[in-house]
């Protein structure tokens, strides 16, 4: 995967690291793994358009250190 290369070559560079849960080489959550054993302390913020079941998704952020979960569509308000 190229975003998970360029993160190990480069990974002082990174503060965010924002990843949809479904991406073609693996699911968001292997990715969030492999992201925070190179670099424990870079911000994860993990989104998907699907449903997520609520007992399964807080099982799952007790192994995957994820710091903002994001549901699609995002919604922008203007006030």
Do not use: W
Request: aromatic share 10%.
């Amino acid at each position: 995967m190229v975003a998970l290369e360029h993160f190990r070559i480069d990974s002082k560079g990174y503060v965010l690291v924002m990843s949809d849960l479904r991406i073609p080489s693996m699911n968001g959550y292997e990715f969030v793994n492999q992201v925070k054993r190179i670099k424990p302390e870079v911000k994860v913020f993990l989104m998907t358009a699907f449903e997520i079941d609520e007992d399964e998704f807080r099982t799952l952020l007790k192994s995957v250190k994820i710091d903002e979960f994001i549901q699609k569509p995002i919604s922008c308000e203007i006030s």
